[in-house]
């Protein structure tokens, strides 16, 4: 039996709101993969206008500087 089977035989136990439950999920499952299916065939050009700015809210910050340790010094 394969997978669909097996999940087509537990769908058809679920009640009515279970069997809304699980299309509600997979609604959002098939969304997220259609997405990344997108982006994955997108040309890097129309991606990066898509993505820039996306930080502007959390930009990235460098943190200070630590001392440097002292060495011995070169002979």
Do not use: C
Not at 4 to 27: G, P, Q, W
Not at 36 to 49: Q, T
């Amino acid at each position: 039996m394969t997978t669909y089977e097996e999940a087509v035989n537990v769908a058809d136990r679920l009640t009515l709101a279970e069997k809304a439950r699980l299309i509600e999920h997979l609604s959002a499952a098939m969304q997220n993969d259609l997405e990344a299916e997108a982006f994955i065939r997108m040309p890097w050009e129309e991606f990066i206008e898509r993505t820039a700015g996306s930080l502007a809210d959390n930009p990235i910050e460098r943190p200070l500087q630590l001392p440097l340790e002292e060495r011995e010094p070169l002979e």
